[in-house]
């Protein structure tokens, strides 16, 4: 088939390395305007148009998809599909209805679980032990159309959203693929989407990414996972904020070389700092910092922090102090 691929960020490179090595032709790429990044605020193209660029294909960047221009160009080309992976824009009904098969989406969960934008964020703070992917046609609905295909993804007891969204972009890649050859072939029909299981996963903000220690180790270990590497999950601690890398539970010699006397817990966000290893108390256990990076520097193993930030006995993580009052 004749096909226009559509995606913007690096998770979208690999089913458009997967199409162009198809026997699918892709005749262009539809991607979004290039955007400022980086200190010196230039413009960046975006990784698909790099790639795209660099095997010699159209690239159609409108600054929305309801352009005419943009609408009359796509209706020229006149694509037998348009193959979708985090696009980053919602699709109007004049062009949905350009291409002959549609606008196929590669989205990163086992539908209709967590319909939206970050499904893989979704998936790791719900606690989901297997997630996936799924192709499905688009519609007017938020991830609503029918479903041609599924893959399954385990989740792992260490993943953060990053290494699973890795995961599941070179999976996707080869199930959009072979969704496609099935459209082609005649062989595959959309099934439409169960009523029951629905789960939205809208973006997940700054806000979203603070830890509140009195909630379960588990419950924090799954939001500091899920908000890595963006946004990044974060606390704060004299009033600055810190962002928190992933956590391991503390084990029982640990803990006791860390609590002095007859201590044995730590209250929800209290420190306790010994030449080797940074403790925090939650809800339930105490749970051990890994990599942390304090406002306005590098990321750094929490030891470092703790002995150049010079922690007291009984500190903890949102301590509400005049400073934070003032400045939070």
């Known amino acids: 088939m004749r096909v226009v691929f559509a995606g913007t960020p690096e998770v979208a490179v690999p089913a458009l390395e997967a199409l162009l090595a198809s026997p699918h032709e892709v005749v262009a790429v539809i991607t979004r305007p290039d955007a400022r990044s980086g200190r010196g605020r230039s413009l960046h193209a975006s990784p698909v148009k790099e790639r795209a660029l660099a095997a010699g294909l ?24 348009c193959p979708v992976v985090a696009y980053g824009a919602l699709l109007p009904p ?32 719900s606690g989901d032990d297997l997630t996936g992917a799924s192709t499905f046609a688009i519609e007017a609905g938020l991830d609503t159309g029918p479903v041609y295909g599924v893959m399954t993804e385990r989740v792992r007891a260490t993943d953060t959203a990053g290494e699973l969204l890795d995961r599941l972009a070179q999976g ?4 959009l693929v072979a969704t496609l050859d099935g459209i082609a072939d005649g062989s595959l029909a959309p099934v439409p989407q169960s009523t029951e299981g629905v789960s939205l996963a ?7 990414a603070r830890i509140d220690w009195s909630r379960p180790a588990q419950a924090i270990d799954r939001l500091v996972r899920g908000c890595t590497p963006a946004p990044g999950a974060w606390t704060t601690f004299r009033g600055e904020r810190v962002k928190v890398a992933p956590l391991t539970t503390a084990s029982a010699d640990v803990l006791a070389a860390a609590l002095p006397g007859s201590e044995t817990t730590l209250a929800p966000g209290e420190l306790a700092v010994t030449k080797r290893a940074v403790l925090v108390g939650t809800g339930s256990a105490a749970l051990l910092l890994g990599l942390v990076r304090p406002h306005g520097k590098k990321e750094m193993p929490a030891p470092d922090w703790a ?3 010079r922690i007291a006995p009984g500190e903890r993580f949102d301590d509400v102090t005049d400073e934070e009052t003032t400045h939070g």
């Not at 809208?202 to 979203?208: A, C, E, L, R, T």
């Open 94 to 125: 004049e062009a949905l209805d350009i291409p002959t098969h549609g606008w196929i989406n590669l989205h990163f969960s086992l539908l209709p679980a967590h319909r939206g934008a970050a499904p893989v964020q979704h998936a790791l703070i």
């Open 58 to 81: 159209e690239v159609l960047t409108p600054s929305s998809p309801k352009d005419p221009d943009f609408l009359a160009r796509l209706r020229t080309i006149a694509p037998d599909a």
């Open 172 to 175: 996707g890649a080869g199930l």
């Open 307 to 309: 002995r150049g930030t």
């Open 202 to 208: 809208p973006k997940i903000g700054v806000d979203d």
